[in-house]
């Protein structure tokens, strides 16, 4: 069984930065992309970035392109959101999702290419 487990949210003032972390459980992780999404109150989920298994592809939201930087440590099985110049429209609990499909070449953006989930970071950007 796979478990995911996210840290490193918070409060943080606009323009501010943080780092969210996802642990993942279970092995075969090297084998699976990677992804990270956020859901605001009243809004559905939305897909924020995603890893390739392998590290040759990431993939963003147009709206954080530029300013977040997701990225992966195989050997601690962990994924990572590297987060800049937040904004208090970044306010959304961050979850981190495996990819249901092992050895996908390309960083997938819906929330239905992931079946396992974390149960997510509350990230709070105040203006």
């Known amino acids: 069984q796979v478990q995911l487990v996210e840290s490193g949210g918070g409060l943080v003032q606009a323009g501010g930065s943080l780092r969210l972390s996802c642990a993942a459980s279970?092995?075969?992780?090297?084998?699976?992309?990677m992804g990270w999404f956020r859901q605001a109150p009243g809004r559905e989920r939305e897909f924020v970035a995603a890893?390739?298994?392998?590290?040759?592809?990431?993939g963003y939201a147009d709206s954080v392109k530029g300013r977040f930087t997701i990225s992966r440590d195989n050997a601690k099985n962990t994924v990572y959101l590297q987060m800049n110049s937040l904004k208090p429209e970044d306010t959304a609990v961050y979850y981190c999702?495996?990819?249901?499909?092992?050895?996908?070449?390309?960083?997938?953006?819906?929330?239905?290419?992931?079946?396992?989930w974390g149960q997510g970071t509350q990230v709070t950007v105040s203006s």
């Open positions: 999702a495996r990819d249901k499909s092992p050895g996908i070449r390309y960083a997938r953006d819906r929330t239905s290419d992931y079946n396992y």
């Open positions: 890893i390739t298994w392998s590290l040759t592809s990431t």
């Open positions: 279970g092995r075969s992780f090297a084998s699976y992309g």
